[in-house]
């Protein structure tokens, strides 16, 4: 099907590299504009009316698969084009350059071949794919199954085992409820840990809700859960453990095989929240002996409103629907599927396999620049283990500041305090409290998130930005004046009133 394109370009061109720095461009000048390295297909060349938008999507995703392939080789390459793509995110502000970003936790920018995926499905592909008597559901179905395989290829799955949802929090929910509710007259006890997900948390507590036993476990200084405990609360009617991957406040990454072996060998079901995992870790449910995994999509450069749940054929874990419709997705979750978003998704996990290792070296080049760099200032401390963590999460307390504070007096950088879904709480981090942290360095904390498109520029930013206004603000307090004084703020007894 041919038609004439439509020649906007994307927020991300908003304002773009011209001659002299950046600025905004006449429509006129719009068909000019190449980022350097990579390309947005929203900001190419002139069109040709007869151009037809799968050729020209499959044209500009070829165009950067090339890019991409000679940037491995030439390191210059890649830095340059990841530095135009990051520029091109900052400057699409209505109103100036924008914050520099740092909170990939709460969420990660859109990888422009995930968009040029995207496009035609708003197009030209647009049958429902649960149409089985025309071509129109035909070809929109191939292309769901297509990214279905790209999504369960990262964790070594069979596509029949990913049921798409809306995201981690429907998934985790999926896990938690449908499982416990199926399994209910025989198994109804549940373990999860003390620092998972809100989402994990409120879950298991409308469990009990419903009359379920929940036990929560500890986590040591480190944020580790210790095996002999979780083996030790693994009872008869237990029918699920629940532990989190990768922390999306700290971090940590718990041992998921170890883990896995123990529920295998206690015929108990074994969840994982994997939403800051996937991806960005090695991960093998087979070899690991997960029986259901939380997935997102809109935390490695997919888009937001998709994600899945992993759940085993073999042995088979069985759950109740939280949703009662069509049928869809294997009678788990009905409703019809928005391809537009299933193939943004696929391309986001076919590209995080291909960019795994330069994604992986990247994060930990400029992970250890920033971490070393703000441990070195006086009074601060690196949240959660230093060895069993993921590189792209980096949470720093900086005593005798406050983290709302120091956030203000960083408005330049794009930073967070804690997860991104309880950020609007003045309450300290019931993550770091689990850590044995007191309210004062549970307030300080800051989280940093680094990812593909992170520049070795902004670190160096960052780095110049927190040690002058940490400085800064510790100057105002009347503690820090004690503690430069060798005043040791434990042996004083504060009064009450």
């Known amino acids: 099907m041919t038609m004439t394109l439509l020649r906007g370009v994307s927020v991300f061109s908003r304002r773009v590299p011209v001659a002299g720095g950046f600025g905004y461009l006449k429509r006129a000048d719009i068909s000019n504009v190449v980022l350097q390295g990579r390309t947005y297909a929203s900001a190419k060349v002139a069109l040709a009316e007869d151009l037809t938008l799968e050729t ?32 091109a995110y900052r400057e699409s502000g209505e109103y100036g350059t924008r914050p520099i970003y740092l909170d990939m936790q709460a969420t990660t920018p859109t990888d422009p071949r995930v968009l040029d995926t995207m496009l035609k499905f708003y197009t030209g592909l647009y049958g429902n794919p649960h149409s089985n008597t025309h071509s129109y559901g035909w070809e929109t179905n191939k292309e769901i199954e297509q990214a279905r395989k790209y999504i369960a290829d990262v964790i070594k799955a069979d596509p029949k085992e990913i049921i798409f949802t809306s995201g981690a929090t429907e998934s985790n929910n999926m896990a938690l409820k449908g499982v416990s509710r199926f399994y209910k007259k025989t198994r109804n006890h549940i373990i999860t840990t003390r620092t998972e997900h809100k989402c994990v948390l409120e879950a298991a507590r409308a469990m009990k809700n419903e009359g379920y036993e929940i036990t929560f476990l500890n986590v040591d200084e480190q944020g580790l859960i210790n095996l002999e405990e979780l083996e030790a609360a693994i009872r008869p009617e237990t029918c699920l ?8 406040e700290i971090g940590v990454m718990q041992p998921l095989k170890e883990i896995g072996e123990l529920c295998r060998k206690r015929k108990v079901f ?8 996937y991806g960005k870790i090695p991960i093998d449910v087979n070899e690991m002996k997960i029986d259901l995994m939380s997935i997102s999509s809109h935390k490695i450069y997919g888009p937001k409103g998709i994600g ?32 537009p978003l299933v193939a943004g998704f696929g391309e986001a996990a076919r590209l ?32 959660g283990s230093a060895d069993h963590r993921y590189p792209g999460c980096v949470n720093i307390s900086f005593a005798y500041v406050e983290g709302e504070s120091l956030l203000m007096a960083l408005r330049d950088i794009a930073l967070s305090s804690g997860s991104a879904c309880t950020s609007a709480s003045l309450e300290p981090s019931y993550v770091l409290h689990a850590l044995g942290k007191d309210d004062a360095l549970a307030h300080s904390s800051i989280r940093f998130g680094i ?4 520049t070795d520029e ?24 004690m503690v430069k004084e060798g005043i040791d703020l434990n042996s004083i007894e504060w009064s009450g009133h």
């Open 308 to 339: 899945a749940i992993y759940v085993r054929r073999k042995p088979r874990v069985r759950l109740d629907p939280l949703i009662s419709g069509g049928g869809q997705e294997r009678g788990l979750r009905s409703g019809t599927l928005a391809p």
């Open 270 to 277: 074994f969840h994982t929240d994997a939403a800051q995992a």
């Open 241 to 248: 453990v629940s532990v989190m991957a990768v922390n999306n």
């Open 56 to 87: 020209h999507t499959d044209n500009q995703a070829a165009a950067i698969e090339q890019a991409n392939e000679r940037a491995v080789s030439n390191p210059d390459v890649l830095d340059s084009g990841i530095h135009s793509l990051q520029h």
């Open 458 to 481: 902004e670190i160096d930013y960052v780095i110049k930005a927190i040690t002058e206004r940490v400085d800064f603000l510790r100057e105002l307090s009347p503690l820090w004046e």
């Open 451 to 454: 990812g593909r498109f992170t």
């Open 352 to 383: 995080m396999m291909k960019e795994y290792e330069n994604d992986s070296n990247h994060i930990k080049r400029l992970s250890d620049k920033l971490m070393n760099a703000l441990l070195s200032i006086d009074h601060t401390i690196l949240n």
